[in-house]
C-alpha cells in the first residue's frame, strides 16, 4: 500500500501573538459520537473534532448502523441505534485510533453477533490484551493475533466485573464501562491515577447513572442512553502546540476560548506555569459537565525554567510530553520526564523519536526506558524531522523548530490531520516571521 506524504518547511518565528478558538477535543468527540450512536434518538454536536480519529470512530459507528450527518452549519448529527448496534459483514476500520478501537470493542463484547476491528500499521502493533484482559474477566470471548488486531469479538451476554487497571488508561476504562452499561449488575473499574474523565461526564449527559470514589468508578447496568445537544470543548492537548509555543518568546501573548479545561486534562497550564510561563484563565463555565474557558498565556522576560515530570503527573500529560521535551532545549535548566513508558507504545515510540529528532537538530538528550532528559541552554538548528507518520510528533517538531537557527523540514506533515488538520494553517496564523 502507498501512503502519500506531505514535507512541510518551518521556518523561525520572533513571537507568537494572536488568538485562537480551537477545533473540538478529540477525547470528548470520540466518546460522543459513540455514545450518541448507541443511544436512542438524535444528538447534535457543534465544534465536533475535525480530525481522522474521530472520523473512523464515526464510520465504525455508521457500520454498526447509526445515521451521520455533517450539516452545513457544521453541526454533527447523530442517529443511535438505541442500544441494539447491526453487526457488520465488513471488518470495521478504526485507521489510527486507539481510542476507537479500544472502546468500541467494549460497547461491542456484550452485542449480538460477530464484529472485526482493523487499523492502520501503526494500530496494528499497539497492544490490545489491556481490553481483552478485562473483557474476558466479563466473560466476553474475544480473539487476538499475538496481542494485537484485528480484535474479533464473538459478542454475547457478559457479567459484572470489579477490575483494577494494571497501567492507567482512560481507554481501557471506557471499555470496560461500555461493557458494563449493558450487564446486568455493578461493574467497577478502580485506577491508581485518575485519567480523564470524559467518559464518565458523557455517560452522565447521556442519562446513565454512574457512582465515583476517588480511585473507582461504577456503573450498574443494563441501562439506556438518551441523544443529547452538545458544544464540544475545544482541544487542549491541540492548544499545547500554540501554549508552549508562545512560553518560549519574551514578550509572546496568545489567547485561545473556548478551551476544554477539565482537570483531568489541564495539568499543561501547571507546568508552563512552574516552568514561568504566565497563564491566566479569563472565564469558566460548564457544558455538560466539562469545564471551558479562556486561556492567555504570556511569556515571560525571564524565560522558562525547568521541570520534572514523574510519577501521576506524568500519565495525566501522556499527550503533550513530546511537545514539552521538544521545547525543554530552551528552558534554562531542562525537563526530566520518568514513569512514562507508555509512550513507547502510542502512534509511535515516542521517546525514541522525541531523542532522535532533538539530535537530528543538534541537541543533547539522554533517552531512558521510561523518559527522557532534555538539558536546558541549548541552541537548535533546522533539520530533517522524521515524524514516524505520528501527528503529535509533527506538531512538537513544528513548534521546536519555531525557535532553531534556520528551516526545518517536518517529514509526514499530514499525520497532523489524525487529530488537528488545521494545525499549520493555524500556526502561520499566530507565528510572526
Ligand atoms: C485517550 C487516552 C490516552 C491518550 C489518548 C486518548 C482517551 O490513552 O493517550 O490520546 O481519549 O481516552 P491511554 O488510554 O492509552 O492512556
New binding site residues.
Partial sequence: MHTATQERIIRPARNVLGSLRLPGD??IS?RYGMLAAFAEGVSRFSNFSTGADCASTLACMQALGAKVSKRNDGIVEVTGVGGRVTPSNEPLDCGNS??TMRMISGLLAPQQGCFTLVGDASLSRRPMERVRKPLEAMGARITLTDGHAPVMIDGSELKATDYTTPV?????K?CVLLAGLQTSGNTTVREAVR??DHSELALRAFGAELARTIDSVSIRGPQKLHGVDAVVPGDISSAAFFLCAASLFTGSSLVLDNLGLNPTRAALLDVLTALGAHIAVLNLEEKNAELVGTVQVTALPEGLRSAEISGPLAAQL??ELPVLAAIAPFTSGGIRIRDAK?LRI?ESDRIALVAQNLRAMGAEVMEFEDGLDVPGGQTLHGATIDSGGDHRIAMAFSVAALRAEGETLIQGAESAAISFPEFFQMLDQVAER
Fill in positions: 478529540k477525547s470520540h486507539g481510542s492507567p488508561s482512560a481507554q481501557v471506557t485519567t480523564r501522556i499527550d507508555e502510542k
